[in-house]
Structures are given as C-alpha cells and as structure tokens.
C-alpha cells in the first residue's frame, strides 16, 4: 500500500541547463549560470516553507575544469559573489552551510570565504549542502581508504566517511533539463532513493517545480529491496 504521508527529509538536486537556457534566448553562457544562481537564491529562501532538512546542490563538479577558463573563471566569480552576498541571509533564516568534495582545492580566496561561512552558519537548524570540486567515485575511494586505515571497511565504516556523513540519507534527487543519468553524484547515496527527471532547465526552476517533486515522492512506495 502506498504511503502518501512520507516527506523527503533530504532532496539533492543535479542543476543541469544553464547554457540551454542562455541558447536558447541568444544570450551568453554566462547569463544562463547567473539566472541558475538566482534559482538556487530562490529556492533556498522557499525551504522554511517544506518539510526539507538538507537540500544538496551539484555546482561543481570535478570534471568541470575540463571546461573553458573563460567559464570556469566566471562560475568562481559567482561563487564569491554569492557567498558574499548571501551569507547574512543564511544566517538570518538558520540555514546551515555544509561542503561536499575537495572544495580545500579551490582558490585560497574562495577556500577563506567558504570556512568563514561554514563557522558562521554552524549552528543552522536546516542544511544547504553544496558540491564543490566534487565526484562520487573518487568520494567513495577516499572513504575508502580512510576506512582501511581506520580498521575494518564496512557499509558503516565508509558511509562515516563520505562527505555527506553527518546529513540525513538521501530521499529524493532531481535532475533537470531532461538528462536521464547521475554524472557522478551522489553515486553511494542513490542507493534507495527515489529519482525524478524533469526537462524543466535549471534557471526556470522554481519551488513550485520543488513542491511538485516533493508531492511525486509523496506518493510514490519506498520498498527499499522489500516487496
């Protein structure tokens, strides 16, 4: 029987579109990851209003320094200037700041900003956990290794050293723009949740595109390799 009270305590959301979007309007690149920034603003002001505890956004993967400087270079300069800009709004609604991946790799400038406001945001009661120079595979690796120079590898042992330990298990994960695949996200986490492919593109993401996705996993049966 399908539970229709079930409510996705932990959503992660694949961010895909951004250069469609600017495409598809004649605009440049740089415009598409720069309304993709406003749509994560948004969404992240809308999570008082969801059942949501953690929401994790793919920014950056490990794999994307294989794009044009130029690009690179901008997605950055975003990024300062979203820390920047809404760091004081983060602690104003008790958002917590929480980082996957090797984000200690990033410029030392971006690195300082990002331990400032992981220590101001550290008593959060609600998480917006952020993938930074992040891929799964060389995630599950490194806990891994850690886990074998710790003692036994075990289930437990690696998921107390994945980048995500600490968060809730995943519920729900979102890709937009109408790709069907993972791209190296979350590989681990995935396990048992429950995924939904929109081709909405990112920057027309809106939290009514969310509340519609938190409305499908509301109903959808979790068996969890049960019958």
Not at 185 to 200: G, S
């Amino acid at each position: 029987m399908t539970d229709t009270t079930q409510e996705a305590r932990h959503v992660a959301i694949i961010m895909d579109g951004n250069g469609r979007w600017a495409k598809r309007k004649h605009l440049p690149r740089a415009m598409g990851h720069r309304k993709g920034v406003e749509a994560v603003r948004e969404l992240v002001r809308s999570l008082k209003d969801t059942p949501i505890e953690c929401l994790t956004l793919y920014a950056f993967s490990s794999e994307n320094w294989k794009r044009p400087d130029e690009e690179v270079d901008d997605l950055m300069n975003l990024m300062r200037k979203f820390i920047k800009s809404d760091l004081p709004e983060f602690i104003a609604n008790d958002v917590k700041l929480h980082i996957l991946g090797d984000w200690r790799g990033l410029a030392p400038d971006i690195v300082e900003m990002l331990e400032d406001a992981l220590e101001q945001t550290s008593k959060g009661s609600r998480t917006l956990a952020v993938a930074l120079n992040y891929g799964a595979q060389a995630e599950i690796v490194q806990a891994a290794r850690l886990a074998a120079e710790a003692g036994e590898i075990t289930q437990e042992s690696i998921e107390a050293n994945l980048y995500s330990a600490g968060l809730p298990p995943l519920d729900l994960l979102i890709r937009t723009s109408g790709e069907v695949r993972l791209s190296n996200f979350l590989l681990w986490q995935c396990a048992y949740a429950e995924m939904i492919f929109t081709d909405v593109l990112w920057p027309d993401f809106t939290p009514a595109h969310l509340q519609d996705a938190l409305d499908q996993f509301a109903g959808r049966e979790r068996r969890f390799g049960g019958r």
